[in-house]
């Protein structure tokens, strides 16, 4: 458990983040529950206010809360829009300023962790809201590092790429039938299952990056590949961003 003394799980999902508190105690560190709206930022203000009373300042904020959309930007409703931006930016906003205040206050620095993706710099026509919104975190992150560097708090975004996770099967496919959106969010899963990068490789990579504290974490290897043609060769990434990778 890398010494850490206690875990504070946070999700809208209370059975859910239920099992992660079981995980986190197996492996021989406390953990706590707490069930909260990353997009409600009253209701974060209030979760802030009451894990500072119950457990202190935290020293290491992971806001991790995300959701997947794919879909054409004229298939991508304002609905589609307010709520992807709500979950994926605001979330991100909101964690920061409620607990990042905190460590403000405290004096004795700490580390965010905001979980971007690889999406963040390699553009696509086919997901056009999800890249937009975790452009927009790593923007965030690299800037708040920087309004933040003289308080000895240290940001850094993370773009882990294709984890095999479960937001394959909870991804938004605008424009889409139920049943062929139900089939997409099945291709796509099974496509993240034979990649099969895992959760926990991610969970390790972002362990080092605390220690480490780099402005900009790649972890996967598309993701590593994809920030190096960023600078290398932004031509190809456009050009691979005209082709839709869409399950069919």
Sequence with gaps: HQGVRTVVIVDR??????????????AGANAAVYQADVSDDAAMNELAAQVNNEHGVVDILVNNAGIGMAGRFLETTPEHWDTILAVNLRGVLNGSRAFGTQMVDRGEGGTIINVSSAAAFLPSKSMIAY????????????AL??????????????????VNTNIAKSTVYAGMTPDRQDRARQKADASYR????????????????IKTGPPVLPIAAE???GYAMRRISPSLLRLLARYDIRPN
């Design 223 to 225: 993701s590593r590949i």
């Design 145 to 162: 590092r920087a309004d933040l560097a003289d308080e000895g708090i240290t940001v850094t975004a993370v773009c882990p790429g294709f």
């Design 194 to 209: 034979r990649r099969n990068y895992t959760p926990e490789a991610t969970a390790k990579a972002i362990v080092k990056a």
């Design 131 to 142: 890249g937009t919104t975790k452009a927009a975190v790593l923007a965030f992150s690299e």
């Design 13 to 26: 999902d209370l059975a859910a983040a239920e099992k992660t508190v079981a995980a986190v105690r197996d």
